[in-house]
């Protein structure tokens, strides 16, 4: 399909394992976000790209979070040691170059990350 | 910093009944604002935005107008369906250029036939 799609849909791991959730933005959108959702509440900010370049990651927790954005298409976001803590829907979005405040989002389904 | 404020709990009203969720916020200088829907087994959509005050959006029925007096932005629809049964979330973006949305906690809405 057309829209931003996000695998897997679903992870289970284990406390202090390393996990990988991927990010396909729709075709041509320059900006790409990372959220975090977790449960009863909004989606929170982690990470903003534009291009290949990190603009913005003021909303990492910790550094055990990083993602990447090699090509300026696909994203990976990437969590190490992993803490029940971290257990959520990460949520990708994107967006055409956004102009200054504006601009629509567009949002994947989510990945739903369940630390054991 | 920015933040976004929606009324607790979730809504549950019968077809055709009036909705409104409230949705209040705190920002340095002049957001813009949004109402976003999640429908079931779906991703994040927006559903309407304003970029100043006194604007109007509206889509699908719902309307929500910027009110800068009251740091307020308010859904409203005057006659919902079943299928509007969602969560909604209410987000505003500063004009720092990178279209940053902070997001209220979201409502559950359940409209019962």
């Known amino acids: 399909g057309a829209g931003v799609s996000q695998t897997p849909s679903n992870k289970v791991t284990e406390k202090g394992k390393y996990v990988e959730l991927r990010c396909d933005p729709i075709s041509g959108h320059t900006a790409l976000y990372w959220y975090r959702q977790s449960l009863g509440q909004g989606p929170e900010f982690l990470i903003y790209f534009q291009g290949t370049g990190a603009a913005d990651d003021s909303g990492l927790p910790n550094d055990r979070f990083f993602a990447v954005r090699p090509e300026g298409s696909v994203s990976t976001l990437k969590i190490q040691r992993t803490e029940r803590g971290d257990s959520a829907v990460y949520l990708c979005?994107?967006?055409?170059?956004?102009?200054?405040?504006?601009?629509?989002?567009?949002f994947g389904e989510g990945s739903r990350l369940t630390v054991l | 910093g920015n933040s976004v404020t929606q009324m607790e709990g979730p809504v549950t009203l019968s077809e055709e009944a009036f909705l409104t969720i409230n949705c209040t916020y705190t920002a340095t200088g002049y957001p813009s604002l949004f109402w976003y829907v999640q429908y079931p087994g779906e991703g994040l959509q927006l559903l309407l935005k304003?970029?100043?005050?006194?604007d109007k959006g509206s889509n699908k029925g719902f309307e929500a107008t910027y009110r800068k007096e009251t740091t307020s932005f308010h859904l409203e629809k005057g006659s919902v369906q079943v299928s509007d049964s969602a969560v909604y979330f209410c987000a505003l973006s500063d004009r720092n250029g990178n279209n940053r949305l902070a997001f209220g906690k979201g409502n559950q809405v359940v409209v019962i036939p």
């Open positions: 979005a994107s967006s055409p170059t956004p102009p200054p405040g504006a601009g629509e989002l567009f």
């Open positions: 304003a970029t100043k005050a006194d």
